[in-house]
């Protein structure tokens, strides 16, 4: 979804642009956690399935707490 913005002078329509702006960035957010978690989830697994304990993975898990 795209914003098409215009600053106008009314600080309610700056005010909700902002507001509209900011849920936008939240629900965005949400979903790259969702989606970390989600992928974490599945790699403990594949290593689980091989035999490697998961607290040897250095990839991108790292970051996410498995």
Request: net charge positive; aromatic share 4%.
């Amino acid at each position: 979804m795209l914003i098409r913005a215009s600053w106008s002078k009314s600080p309610e329509r700056r005010e909700r642009l902002l507001a509209r702006l900011l849920r936008i960035i939240a629900y965005h957010q949400a979903n790259i956690a969702a989606a970390r978690e989600s992928h974490a989830k599945k790699r403990k697994e594949q290593l689980r399935k091989r035999g490697v304990a998961p607290e040897t993975c250095i990839s991108c898990c790292q970051k996410v707490a498995l």
